[in-house]
C-alpha cells in the first residue's frame, strides 16, 4: 500500500520559514522514477499546484506564486521536502504532497488531476 505522510506544517508570522516533508512508502523505490508534488488549499479555493520534482532527472516546477521563495528536493523520493521562505499571509492552506509514476514520455507530471497518490495534508498559516 503506498502511502505519503506530510509534516512540517505550523503557524508562522509573515516573513518567516517552514520546512515541509513529505515521507513515502510502498512504491517501488529502486525504480527512482516518480513525479512528487506539493499542492495547497487555502480556505474557501480550489486546490492549486505548488512545486514538484522528478526523481529521474531532478527537474523541477513552481507557481508563479512561490517561485524564488520555496525551493523543492527530494531523496530518492522516499522524501521529498518543501523549504518554504518569506512566507506571506496569502501562502495560508493545508499542504499536501502526492506522487505519479513518470510516463515515459514525460519527465515530470505536475498536474493535479495526474497524480495517483495523495497525502492528508498539513496545515501552515501565516499571520500577517
Known amino acids: ?7 512540517g506544517g505550523g503557524s508562522v508570522q509573515a516573513g518567516g520559514s517552514l520546512r515541509l516533508s513529505c515521507a513515502v512508502s510502498g512504491l517501488l ?3 527512482n522514477d516518480y513525479s512528487i508534488g506539493w499542492f ?9 499546484g505548488v512545486s514538484c520534482i522528478s526523481t529521474r532527472d531532478e527537474a523541477t516546477f513552481y507557481a508563479a506564486s512561490v517561485r524564488g ?9 522516499k522524501n521529498t521536502y518543501l523549504q518554504m521562505t518569506d512566507l ?6 493545508v499542504y499536501y504532497c502526492a506522487a505519479k509514476k513518470n ?12 497524480m495517483d497518490y495523495w ?7 501565516v499571520s500577517s
Open 103 to 114: 510516463p515515459a514520455w514525460a519527465n515530470i507530471i505536475y498536474e493535479e488531476d495526474e
Open 88 to 93: 506571506k499571509p496569502e501562502d495560508t492552506a
Open 69 to 77: 521563495r520555496f525551493t523543492i528536493s527530494s531523496d530518492n523520493a
Open 40 to 48: 495547497r488549499q487555502a480556505p474557501g479555493k480550489e486546490r492549486e
Open 119 to 125: 497525502g492528508k495534508g498539513t496545515l501552515v498559516s
Open 29 to 31: 523505490l529502486d525504480d
Open 1 to 7: 500500500e503506498v502511502q505519503l505522510a506530510e509534516s
